[in-house]
């Protein structure tokens, strides 16, 4: 177990649950700086672990358990994202980068076309979804290059969810809905270095939730 590691994942844990590390020490009723990257290290360079009281109140505030905190220092990506499904069915997968291409998606933002890929994930009910591969480092550390999420565009949309947006000029984006109201989409970048965006309604040509992503 490494030092780099625990602390990968806790930014990790925040992350899942839209918060920084500052805002998880907040929710666990530590002092906000606890989980500062300045805190993670002594003065004189020797490396410093996050205590053993720390992290369970941090797993208590976000009601994750041990095994999944574990699986995180281990080297998973992301905590499961749904669980209790069984059955595997093929789905359509693109890079996300190329799905800001024409001829991937109808009007209605659904698949089409034969350019696609195909991908056996867990079974997803909307008979719609499809598959996206993560590119870059954009969407870390909830999401790492090579990881696949899958998109439902008929599930219902909430503040808080993970979703792909299309706006007007072609663009695609993985991003958090912070706020939707009549007239515009506030999104957060799941990597807190790149930029938020608000754009308006109309320029906003569909938006589908991510349902589940792999590890």
């Given at each position: 177990?490494?030092?780099?590691?625990?602390?990968?994942?806790?930014?990790?844990?925040?992350?899942?649950?839209?918060?920084?590390?500052?805002?998880?020490?907040?929710?666990?009723g530590?002092?906000?700086?606890?989980?500062?990257?300045?805190?993670?290290?002594m003065?004189?360079?020797?490396?410093?672990?996050?205590?053993?009281?720390s992290?369970?109140?941090?797993?208590?505030?976000?009601?994750?358990?041990?095994?999944?905190?574990?699986s995180?220092?281990?080297?998973?990506?992301?905590?499961?994202?749904?669980?209790?499904?069984?059955?595997?069915?093929?789905?359509?997968?693109?890079?996300?980068?190329?799905?800001g291409?024409?001829?991937?998606?109808?009007?209605?933002?659904?698949?089409?076309?034969?350019?696609?890929?195909e991908?056996?994930?867990?079974?997803?009910?909307?008979?719609?979804?499809?598959a996206?591969?993560?590119?870059?480092?954009?969407?870390e550390?909830?999401?790492?290059?090579g990881?696949?999420?899958?998109?439902?565009?008929?599930?219902?949309?909430?503040?808080?969810?993970?979703?792909?947006?299309?706006?007007?000029?072609?663009?695609?984006?993985?991003?958090?809905?912070?706020?939707?109201?009549?007239?515009?989409?506030?999104?957060?970048?799941?990597?807190?270095?790149?930029?938020?965006?608000?754009?308006?309604?109309?320029?906003?040509?569909?938006?589908?939730?991510?349902?589940?992503?792999?590890?």
């Amino acid at each position: 177990m490494k030092h780099e590691d625990i602390w990968r994942a806790l930014d990790t844990l925040a992350a899942e649950h839209g918060m920084s590390a500052s805002g998880l020490a907040r929710r666990a009723g530590l002092d906000p700086t606890t989980f500062n990257p300045s805190k993670r290290h002594m003065p004189d360079g020797r490396p410093r672990w996050p205590s053993t009281e720390s992290v369970s109140k941090v797993l208590q505030a976000t009601g994750a358990d041990l095994e999944a905190f574990t699986s995180l220092v281990t080297g998973a990506r992301a905590l499961p994202a749904a669980s209790g499904r069984s059955g595997q069915r093929r789905v359509p997968l693109i890079g996300l980068v190329q799905a800001g291409g024409d001829g991937f998606f109808d009007d209605g933002g659904y698949p089409v076309g034969g350019s696609w890929d195909e991908v056996s994930l867990p079974e997803i009910a909307d008979p719609n979804a499809y598959a996206l591969e993560i590119s870059g480092e954009s969407m870390e550390p909830v999401f790492r290059d090579g990881d696949v999420v899958i998109v439902s565009p008929n599930a219902p949309i909430r503040r808080g969810d993970r979703v792909v947006v299309r706006i007007r000029t072609g663009e695609v984006m993985a991003k958090q809905l912070q706020r939707r109201s009549a007239r515009r989409v506030e999104l957060l970048s799941l990597n807190p270095s790149h930029p938020s965006y608000t754009f308006e309604l109309a320029q906003v040509t569909w938006m589908h939730r991510i349902v589940w992503a792999s590890q």
